[in-house]
Each structure stands twice: as structure tokens, then as C-alpha cells.
């Protein structure tokens, strides 16, 4: 693959051989140092200042471009997803599945096997939120479909454990020795959607849980006599958290408070559904059977209130950080990129880093994409709106 020479950027998330380097290359899918030799046969581009990060990674993504994975599960779902994610800065995503009957769940694998097939590196898999969540905190979630693990159950899914992402799990709805039995099986677990106690959330981080979903929302309240999930997170030094940054979900200053507390282990999620993207978004749309209604001022919220995803992408999210929350760029970047890629195990992913994966966004200061940088292959503004 011939190098692409990319000078004059405003370099974010790099390791010391590019801190106060004036370029950097791009050559065979990797990031690269600069080299005199490829100097005769590059193409070069002059960034003039633009930012240049680590692409994001979406942990948590429903739908978007018109089309819900749990409605319409499919390659071709993912096919539409990936392109408007990558339009967006998003080089990376996992999506998710809520609380859906068993054969949703078989599809849902067998459209993620396909997809990785043809896109390496773009989707490590499918984060199954439910359905062994307590129906409390449900969410949008259809309540029909919640349920207790049994054995059943437990085998279903380490027979699918090579599509799994994670699983969103409660603990009180999934016995400790299945918890123990899924994390042999080197499933990656994360806790929410629970009513439980402190010590049931805590008994499983004890276990090797290190990760809790979409924090302060679908889950008991923290009070004095019993600190709940929320808790035993904000306790726990070796545990990751996701935060929705749409100011709907969590206020601003409790990201303050939990970035305060919690440092680089919190980090983003977009939670976003299919309406994101649409040239003229509907009232409302359907998850699972429940309708999903569109407001100005709530945002996307179900017949009871309930909040229901969001319209923004991660680079949304890294704004709405630096704006409302304190972050500076970079840590809104890390919390986008850098953890992420750490929750999964993606070691060669969220950095500028010799010999990582290149996938990389290029913005202005207005958070405006100017190119993406996907598995090596660059494209501009105009090229990722075709």
C-alpha cells in the first residue's frame, strides 16, 4: 500500500515519537514514524492545523441512518450503521441488542460473524444489553422478553462467546456461579439495568467484573444507607463506567463529579438509534414492539417517560464534554477513544502510536470532520457523504 504522508496536524493522544512530530505516515493499515525514504513515492496532505485523534469507539450503539439493529437485524443494518458512524468519526462501534427472543439473538450473531468477516477490525462484536436484567430498571427494554439466566441459557451463550462483545448483565439476575462460569469463558461482563445492592454489585467486581453500563441511568439510586451499583463503582478503583454525553441523560455536573472521582475510567457511549441521521426524522418509531417517541426538549423517550437513546455520535459527545463539562480536549478524547479500546482489550486501537491500527479523525475546531482514517484507507468530507 503506497504511505500517505499527513504534516502540519494538531496531533492528540500520541506517544512520544509523535508529540512534536511535524508528520506522520500511514502505510499498510499502520500508523507509522516519518521516513526520508517515503518522501519519492507518498501522497501528501497539509492538515494546517486540524486536530487529529484516535478514531472513536462506540461501545453502545442501537441504530442509526435510519435503521435499528434490534428491529432489522442484518448485515445490511450494520452495512448502513457503519457508514453513517464513519461519517461521524466513529472508526470503531459495537451494537447492541436489547432484551430479544432467542432467535434475534441467533440472527444478531450470525449478522456480526458476516460483518467482521468483510470489515476487520470495525465491529469486535454485539453487546447483548439483556436480557438477564431486572425488568425494575428495564428502560425501553420490552418487558416480555426479561428474564433470569438459566442453564439453558448460560450454554447459549458461551456458544456464542465468539461474537460477544460484552453482555450487560444485573447481578441479581444472574446467579454467581453462572457470573463465574461466563467469566472462565472469558465473556466480557458489565453491570446495569440492576436494582442490586452494594454488596451483590460488589461481589461481582470482586469475581473480575470491571465494567458498568451507562452509569447513573437504568439503575437503583445511590442513598446513604445503601450505596447500590453506583456505589461499589465509584469504590472500586480497577472499574470502567460509560456516561451518555447528550446533557438528557446525566447532568453535567454529575460527569464533573464522576470524572473527578473516576479519572480515564470513564469513559462515553452514544446510545444512538436510528433516527440519527435522517434527513426527516418521524415522531416517532418502533424498538422491540415499544414506540419510541421524539421530543425537542426530552429527547427520545417511550410512552411512560422513559429515556430512550439519543440522536448524537461520539464526537457529539467529545464537544459536549469539552463544552459542558470541564474535559479538556484530550481527555474528552481518551473517554472516546483511548478507554474504550482498554474496556475491550483493544491494544492497538486509541492511540497514535507506532504500529497501531490506523484509524484516525481529522476535525476542525469546530468539531467539523474534515477526513477519516479507517484500517488505513483515508477519506474525505466529501467522499463519506456518498
Not at 447481578?171 to 451483590?200: D, F, R
Request: glycine share 8%; proline share 4%; charged share 20%.
Amino acid at each position: 500500500m503506497t504511505a500517505t504522508i499527513l504534516r502540519n496536524g494538531q496531533w492528540h493522544l500520541a506517544s512520544e515519537e509523535f508529540e512534536d512530530a511535524e508528520a506522520i505516515v500511514v502505510q499498510d493499515h499502520r500508523i507509522i514514524p516519518m521516513d526520508p525514504i517515503l518522501l519519492e513515492d507518498s501522497e501528501e496532505i497539509d492538515l494546517n492545523g486540524l486536530h487529529v485523534a484516535p478514531g472513536c469507539i462506540d461501545l453502545l450503539a442501537n441504530g442509526c441512518n435510519g435503521v435499528n439493529f434490534c428491529n432489522e437485524v442484518s448485515v445490511d443494518s450494520l452495512e448502513s450503521m457503519r457508514r453513517w458512524m464513519t461519517a461521524h468519526g466513529t472508526t470503531t462501534f459495537v451494537p447492541t441488542l436489547i432484551s430479544s427472543p432467542r432467535e434475534s439473538m441467533t440472527r444478531g450473531f450470525a449478522s456480526i460473524a458476516e460483518f467482521r468477516e468483510k470489515h476487520p477490525g470495525i465491529c469486535p462484536g454485539l453487546h447483548l444489553e439483556g436480557p438477564f436484567i431486572n425488568s425494575l430498571h428495564k428502560g425501553f427494554h420490552p418487558a416480555g422478553y426479561i428474564h433470569k439466566m438459566g442453564e439453558a441459557d448460560l450454554a447459549y451463550v458461551i456458544e456464542n462467546k465468539d461474537v460477544i462483545s460484552y453482555m450487560t448483565i444485573a447481578p441479581e439476575s444472574v446467579k454467581p456461579k453462572y457470573v463465574l462460569e461466563l467469566l472462565n469463558n472469558k465473556i466480557k461482563l458489565s453491570l446495569g439495568h440492576s436494582a442490586c445492592t452494594y454488596l451483590e454489585a460488589y461481589a461481582c467486581l470482586r469475581a473480575g467484573v470491571n465494567n458498568v453500563t451507562h452509569i447513573f441511568n437504568a439503575m437503583r439510586s445511590m442513598v446513604g444507607r445503601e450505596p447500590g451499583l453506583i456505589g461499589a463503582v465509584l469504590s472500586n478503583e480497577h472499574v470502567y463506567a460509560s456516561v451518555i454525553p447528550d446533557g438528557k441523560h446525566v447532568h453535567p455536573a454529575i460527569i464533573r463529579f464522576l470524572h473527578k472521582m473516576m479519572g480515564n475510567r470513564l469513559y462515553i457511549v452514544s446510545d444512538v438509534q436510528a433516527v440519527a441521521g435522517m434527513q426527516h426524522a418521524p415522531g416517532s418509531f418502533a424498538v422491540g414492539g415499544n414506540e419510541i417517541f421524539v421530543d425537542s426538549k426530552r429527547g427520545l423517550i417511550d410512552t411512560k417517560g422513559a429515556l430512550a437513546g439519543t440522536t448524537i455520535s461520539l464526537l457529539d459527545g467529545v464537544m459536549f464534554l469539552v463544552e459542558r463539562c470541564g474535559y479538556t480536549l484530550d481527555d474528552a478524547l481518551e473517554a472516546s477513544s483511548s478507554t474504550p479500546a482498554k474496556v475491550l482489550g483493544l491494544r492497538e486501537y486509541g492511540r497514535i502510536e507506532p504500529g497501531f491500527m490506523a484509524d484516525l479523525v481529522i476535525f476542525d475546531d469546530d468539531f467539523k470532520v474534515n477526513y477519516v482514517i479507517q484500517n488505513g484507507f483515508i477519506k474525505n468530507s466529501m467522499e463519506l457523504t456518498l
